[in-house]
């Protein structure tokens, strides 16, 4: 399958419980169902619009919860490209962590662009060490993310 080459910059959210614990969301490339992952929170930003700011938006619509930009904090940025959809996306994102303590039975999909429902169906809180025995995580950079995250918001 040929994919179009699709550039975006990238906010993620790493939300941090008292535990310790990383949300993460759990999903696959729509063309190709069989092979899921477990993903931070996040998406591309809109024109004209900050990192922040789509942090912010990224974490309502996806997980049905509001944060305030000054809870985040910046960890660190990644260059990374793969598939997804039709697309091949080329991605320069930038990672937040929050902390938050909200049981998963507030979290909700009902935000989710057009898009991506049918390609997301959990959320869970992981300890990193745990996600890295379980080897489900979508890349190395969302471990790291997520020790760091939990360094500053746990």
């Not at 000054?70 to 929050?98: I, K, P």
């Not at 049918?118 to 745990?130: F, K, L, N, S």
Request: include cysteine; glycine fraction near 10%; aromatic fraction near 8%.
């Amino acid at each position: 399958m040929s994919r179009e080459v699709r550039h975006r910059v990238c906010a993620r959210v790493l939300p941090v419980n008292a535990a310790g614990e990383v949300l993460l969301l759990h999903g696959w490339d729509p063309a190709a169902p069989e092979a899921p992952y477990w993903f931070s929170v996040g998406g591309g930003i809109d024109e004209g619009e900050e990192l922040v700011a789509a942090a912010v938006r990224e974490t309502k619509e996806e997980i049905g919860v509001v944060i305030a930009p000054g809870e985040l904090v910046e960890l660190g940025r990644e260059d990374t490209a793969f598939n997804w959809g039709e697309w091949h996306l080329v991605q320069d994102q930038t990672f937040f962590a929050v902390r938050l303590d909200v049981p998963l039975s507030e979290i909700h999909f009902r935000g989710l662009e057009p898009l991506e429902v049918g390609t997301i169906d959990e959320a869970r809180w992981w300890r990193p060490d745990d996600l890295e025995a379980d080897g489900g995580a979508v890349n190395e950079t969302l471990l790291t993310m997520m020790r760091a995250a939990v360094a500053v918001a746990g």
